[in-house]
């Protein structure tokens, strides 16, 4: 398979992420609002602040991943796309792995390039802030791709959300820990290398398992 | 011996016999246990005292609720290789057993943790690393239902269940190593019954009392014959279930 | 040119839940055949093309294809926020294809509507766009769901001059059909 088809996917997902409302803004305000949120519910006493910040930050991005993931597969799949897709077989795990990094880039990055400035709003030292957005970048990925086997497993589900939700949380558990200590312990600790290793493993396995979830929701 | 009872005939002639042998079985063991775990034996106050007789249940359903869950993926893997229909009956039935012993297990493990090792009931949950795999567990068995129970057909149920419980075994080491390393002072007991058997003198506290060890194998002898017999029961009347369904659709048919 | 079929589907059978829709059904198409997959509402039309199609397993029996076809489902694979040129464009993009897509928006009478957004085009017009497809590439059979549904007669014109330039040329249609067939079809496999 060449890249032309990738490409295709990559400018036609990304151009559906944007025309159903999925663009930029959407992304950035949706955690921007969250990070607001945060000393509403807990006061605005500096301290705990900068010691929690970060965490529900991360809980954001767990909960962006799994609300725009319920529709990705599910509209290929209602308008019959997904069955263009599976005629030329052998490509589907590429094509659905392309899709969910697509949606992670419009609407998981956006966490990273707005983490100084919420970082800064919620108090967190500056040598976290590098720290962060590798990890929310790399984590990000992870949850995309668990949840992007979730919502491929639960395509033809109506209202799936909820269970998308409970499909996936478990797979988050090694990211969300492994992420939340990166921050705390920096980059010279051993759960950076664990991220890493998380990010690669589910850039592994998790396209694989989306193609055969595909086929599957295609019957 | 598995392939041998992968005929659904066979299955039904052997598990007939074998369902009310491991009930019985088990239950008299699990009972032996219970009996001599909960009235017999001495309390070890290091333990927490008479709440320590959790163990006699919390151990060895924390060994069935990772010994299911291996099996439903053995099963699924079987199932989507091979399309042995059985391996999928097997998985759909260990999934609501293997979903028992979680709660089970999470359960009496704060029951004893309550007093025995000296934190609250909410300190014990969030607190100890292996009971939050336990019950990370619990939710993988419960998004595996969840998944089948959403889903139209039965193909389409055992195929979307399969894949994901095959994901779901491959991320159990990682999800294990990670809340290990999320909660590192965990408050359990470094695994005592392996070190029973360890030759060099050990410092006093260390390796397990014979009396306990004694009822502890009894309740992993039970249990594991309990949960055969549980599953084994759930897959006759699956089988039972498959074979209502086909003579309706084909009344339905008819008519 | 080989005499070898261009799809070939033997003893094919098809379970739902536990309701069997078909079973024992065999599919030969040739080059220059039309075939017609007949039968009532909910007999499995859709469910065997699927299957010659690759997009269902067979529960049971072999399907052989000679190479690549087309496929044009009861839906018609349009994304909402896509216009008939930008869905060509896409596809033969993916398919490699340097046909001129203008040339067949023009063809398939869909030029004055090219850049309009799909969510605002008849059904009839996202039909002639799936349909479309057809002309970014040749392929040796094309495998159609009810093609001739929310085409207006002068649609249905269109696809079945098309059908038979495509038979002259050496192609195959397998096509599924409720209603009375505007073609002549050389067999018919009813379910």
């Known amino acids: 398979m060449t890249a032309s088809p990738l490409l295709s996917a990559f400018r036609s997902s990304l151009s559906e992420a944007w025309a159903s409302g999925a663009g930029l803004l959407l992304p950035l305000g949706f955690f921007a609002g969250t990070a607001t949120m945060v000393p509403f519910t807990l006061g605005s006493e500096a301290e705990l602040l900068s010691r929690v910040g970060p965490g529900i930050l991360w809980l954001a991005l767990a909960l962006s991943s799994m609300v725009t993931l319920e529709r990705v597969f599910q509209a290929d799949l209602q308008d019959g796309a997904l069955d263009l897709w599976l005629q030329d077989s052998g490509s589907i795990s590429l094509i659905a792995a392309i899709k969910t990094l697509t949606h992670w880039l419009v609407s998981g990055f956006p966490l990273v390039l707005l983490t100084p400035l919420i970082g800064f709003m919620l108090g967190v030292p500056s040598e976290k802030m590098i720290p962060a957005m590798l990890g929310y970048a790399m984590g990000g990925l992870v949850f995309f791709l668990w949840g992007g086997v979730a919502a491929a497993l639960s395509a033809s589900v109506s209202r799936a959300g909820l269970l998308i939700a409970l499909i996936a949380l478990p797979l988050y558990v090694p990211a969300l820990i492994f992420g939340v200590q990166m921050v705390e312990n920096g980059l010279d600790s051993p759960s950076f290398l664990f991220l890493a290793a998380c990010t690669l493993f589910a850039l592994g396995v998790a396209p694989a398992a989306m193609g055969a979830a595909l086929r599957l929701a295609a019957e | 011996m598995l392939s041998y009872l992968a005929n659904p005939l066979r299955f039904m002639r052997f598990s007939r016999l074998a369902v009310p042998i491991c009930f019985a079985l088990g239950i008299v063991m699990v009972g032996w246990s219970l009996y001599n775990g909960l009235l017999v034996v001495p309390p070890d106050e290091r333990q927490g005292g008479d709440l320590m007789r959790a163990m006699f249940t919390h151990v060895p359903s924390a060994w069935l609720c990772m010994g299911l869950y291996a099996a439903l993926a053995g099963a699924s893997f079987v199932w989507y290789i091979w399309r042995h229909e059985l391996a999928d009956v097997a998985a759909r039935a260990i999934a609501p057993i293997g979903a028992g012993y979680t709660a089970l297990c999470f359960i009496t493990g704060s029951i004893w943790g309550q007093k025995g090792w000296g934190a609250g009931w909410h300190n014990l949950i969030l607190g100890d690393s292996r009971l939050m795999s336990v019950l990370v567990l619990f939710f993988l068995f419960l998004g595996y239902m969840a998944l089948r129970a959403a889903l139209e057909t039965r193909q389409k149920a055992a195929r979307a269940a399969a894949i994901l419980a095959m994901v779901g075994i491959v991320n159990v080491p990682i999800i294990k190593v990670s809340v290990d390393m999320w909660q590192t002072t965990t408050i359990h007991q470094p695994s005592s019954v392996i070190s029973i058997g360890s030759p060099e003198p050990r410092e006093e506290g260390s390796g397990m009392n014979p009396i306990y060890l004694q009822q502890l194998l009894w309740g992993f002898g039970g249990h594991t014959l309990l949960a055969a017999a549980m599953v084994m029961m759930l897959m006759r009347s699956e089988v039972y279930t498959q074979q209502g369904d086909r003579l309706l659709a084909r009344k339905l048919e008819g008519a | ?191």
Do not use: Y
């Not at chain 3, 536990?18 to 997959?37: C, H, K, P, W």
């Not at chain 3, 039968?39 to 397993?57: E, M, Y």
């Not at chain 3, 063809?107 to 509507?113: F, K, N, S, T, V």
């Not at chain 3, 696809?159 to 079809?185: C, D, N, T, W």
């Open chain 3, 1 to 191: 040119m080989s005499n070898a079929p261009l799809l070939h589907g033997d003893g094919l059978g098809a379970v739902r839940g536990e309701r069997v829709l078909f079973r024992d059904v065999s599919v030969t198409a040739n080059a220059g055949e039309l075939i017609l997959l007949r039968g009532a509402n909910g007999s499995g039309k859709t469910t065997l093309l699927r299957q010659l199609a690759g997009l269902s397993q067979a529960q049971a029996g072999t399907i052989e294809r000679a190479g690549l076809h087309h496929w044009i489902g009861h839906t018609n694979g349009l994304k909402a926020h896509e216009t008939p040129r930008s869905h060509l464009r896409h596809w033969a993009r993916v398919w490699g294809s340097a046909r001129d897509v203008d040339i067949i928006l023009k063809e398939i009478g869909l030029q004055r509507p090219a850049n309009v957004p799909c969510r605002m085009l008849s059904a009839g017009q996202k039909r002639r766009t799936a349909l479309a497809r057809l002309a970014l590439e040749d392929r040796k059979l094309w495998l159609l769901d009810e093609p001739f549904n929310a085409l207006d007669t002068d649609g249905q014109d269109l696809l079945a001059a098309r059908i038979k330039v495509h038979r002259a040329a050496g192609g195959a249609v397998i096509a599924a059909l409720h209603g009375a067939s505007p073609i002549e079809a050389d067999r018919e496999v009813t379910l």
